[in-house]
């Protein structure tokens, strides 16, 4: 009779807890309908409108405002003055990307279907110390390629590598292929000039033949915020060998100002490996991981999202010093002559 | 005498086997198969600021398992293939989702009326969703993976009436997530770090009803034709999410069509 009873009493517990449930879900519907939506702030598609959301993406996901001594808000004050809703389209790019060049940033581009705003100084206020000429009579004519890659051996018995970008994949069997055809050599140089970067797994498939232990090679953030100064840690970046043949001589890495983004990054990976030794002009830099957004117009912009440091927690955006500043001169290049892998040959047939 | 026993024995071992040989277990099992089209909007600051708006694409295989008693399960498979283009018509995301959900279901009453009789229930269960919006232009942001799984309240009522000497049904159901866990990268952390580096930041992130407030609801009306009974509605699907500094929103608007079976289980016994 007491069990009935507890019974009865738990069920009509039950029942009421469900049945407020109920009314409380019901509520909720109602107030979910009326006030709960997740939007984010639409700028308008106009002149003033577009640049308003060009500057907000950058003021919340831009990384080197810092770094750069860069007072975004002063920035917006003088540009905003030249926009108005009269102006041209082309118009409206062109003070567009006059502000964004003022980020000083090779990762930071404006695309629209009739032109692409860059910032390239970086490069083009530079010796390019890179002839393609040059480079096809060192490769001659029976060159190999693979993965993208062009390469031979020198009469010196040197093995030279070319790699100019690192947009396509390089497979852990073209590497075998390359690095068992160099094996009769006494050492290898690697040109990475005017290369413009791509994937960094890329260059890191490529830097990981070069260590038979895993290496610290550097540090990584991302942005936790929208504040300028709204970072993670510092996470490590390590180099793992690869898997497969790995080279175990002398290795020259051959640099110039158009060593961009992964490709600046192989030289900080490769400047932490044994045997290496960089050679040529400061590398370009970008060590900013960029991001891609868009404006309510339906331009794209990309930007410099995720800084990257070195070992030693320096920042690489600005390039990395090759340990041997060399330049291409007009006599050798008047002889045929390319003076920074002839710089790397006689280092390499002097040890 | 002695023949009488034994004729009564045999009779009553003859009517045990016959029993045996099905068993009804009284379980009635509705299962509606069903296909929807509509409209979709769709958010995620982690690949763009804007909405995308298109067309979706939708299957959902909606089961109530009942067996007699006020309590009843639910089980529910949907997945979805959604199209979107951004406010200036120059770019594209091509989003797909998949959606379980278990839910025990109470009957808190029932009333007959003259035309017919309304049941309400409620009760909850547990909501998992796996899926991926690709937005065709970006770079090293092109792509974002959904995972996550609530505990989420469900009601439902059913009002079942015959007209013109036939059976119709319109039902109500909506969901709402409660709490649950929900994977998200950081505001501008890349998929590089997080999956070629694994490195970790507060990627598994606690959702409430405040965070991320979601809901589900559908309309559907029920329909015989000859043996046949058809299912029309409309779904409602309105999943958002305000984590990691990032906003996420999928809100889809879509008519569904489909088949009802109802069936029950008889063991056969050999």
């Known amino acids: 009779m007491l069990y009935a009873l507890r019974y009865r009493t738990y069920k009509m517990k039950l029942l009421s807890v469900l049945k407020l449930s109920t009314i409380c879900l019901g509520v909720f519907i109602a107030l979910f309908t009326l006030n709960s939506c997740v939007t984010n702030d639409e700028f308008e598609d106009s002149k003033r409108g577009n640049f308003e959301a060009l500057w907000t993406i950058l003021d919340e996901h831009y990384c080197f405002f810092e770094q750069k001594n860069i007072d975004w808000n002063e920035v917006k004050e003088r540009y905003a003055k030249q926009f108005d809703d009269d102006m041209s389209e082309k118009q409206q790019f062109e003070v567009m990307a006059n502000m964004l060049s003022e980020l000083k940033d090779g990762h930071v581009n404006l695309y629209t279907s009739f032109n692409m705003a860059r910032y390239w100084s970086w490069h083009e206020n530079y010796p390019q110390n890179y002839s393609d000429s040059l480079i096809r009579k060192y490769l001659k004519t029976d060159y190999l390629i693979a993965s993208g890659m062009d390469y031979t051996i020198f009469d010196d018995n040197i093995g030279y590598l070319h790699c100019s970008s690192f947009q396509r994949g390089i497979g852990a069997g073209n590497l075998d292929d390359i690095l068992f055809y160099f094996q009769p050599c006494k050492a290898l140089i690697i040109d990475i000039r005017n290369n413009g970067g791509g994937a960094l797994t890329n260059a890191e498939e490529l830097a990981a033949r070069f260590t038979n232990k895993e290496l610290l090679v550097g540090y990584m953030q991302h942005k936790t915020g929208k504040g300028h100064n709204d970072f993670s840690e510092m996470q490590v970046q390590t180099l793992k060998p690869g898997k497969g043949i790995r080279w175990q001589k002398p290795v020259v890495v051959l640099t110039n100002r158009s060593v961009y983004s992964a490709a600046n990054e192989f030289v900080k990976y490769m400047q932490c490996c044994p045997n290496v030794t960089t050679v040529g002009d400061r590398t370009g830099g970008g060590a900013g991981l960029p991001f891609s957004s868009e404006l309510p117009n339906g331009w794209s912009i990309r930007f410099s999202a995720c800084p990257m440091y070195d070992k030693n927690k320096q920042l690489t955006e600005f390039g990395i010093v090759p340990e041997h500043k060399v330049g291409l001169t007009a006599d050798d290049f008047q002889r045929g002559k390319d003076t920074i892998i002839e710089f790397a040959r006689s280092l390499i047939n002097a040890q | ?270």
Not at chain 2, 125 to 154: K, V
Not at chain 2, 162 to 189: D, H
Request: charged share 15%; glycine share 8%; with cysteine.
């Open chain 2, 1 to 270: 005498m002695k023949h009488s026993f034994l004729t009564i024995l045999l009779c009553a071992t003859s009517l045990c086997t016959q029993a045996q040989d099905t068993l009804r277990t009284g379980k009635i099992i509705t299962n509606a198969q069903m296909v929807g089209i509509g409209t979709v909007n769709q958010l995620d600051t982690y690949l763009s600021p804007e909405e995308y708006k298109g067309l979706e694409l939708r299957y959902l295989s909606h089961t109530i398992r009942e067996n007699g008693t006020k309590f009843s399960r639910e089980l529910v498979h949907q997945s979805h293939l959604a199209y979107t283009k951004n406010r200036a018509d120059n770019n594209q995301e091509i989003g797909g989702a998949y959606n379980f959900q278990y839910n025990v279901l109470y009957e808190l009453g029932k009333w007959d009326t003259s035309q017919g009789s309304l049941k309400v229930k409620a009760g909850g269960g547990i909501d998992a969703n796996l899926g991926f919006l690709y937005n065709l232009r970006n770079g090293n942001n092109p792509a974002q993976g959904y995972a996550n799984l609530n505990l989420a309240p469900t009601i439902a009522a059913n009002y079942e009436f015959r007209l013109w000497n036939r059976p119709f049904q319109i039902t109500y159901e909506a969901q709402v997530p409660l709490v649950g866990v929900m994977f998200s990268p950081q505001f501008g952390q890349s998929y590089y770090e997080l999956f070629a580096k694994g490195n970790y930041d507060h990627n598994i992130v606690l959702t409430t009803i405040g965070c991320a407030p979601s809901m589900r609801q559908m309309l559907t009306f029920d329909c015989t034709l000859h043996h046949t009974t058809l299912r029309f509605g409309y779904l409602g699907d309105y999943q958002q999410a305000k984590i990691n500094g990032l906003k996420y929103h999928t809100w889809s608007n879509l008519f569904m069509i489909g088949i009802v079976r109802k069936f029950s289980i008889t063991k056969i016994i050999p």
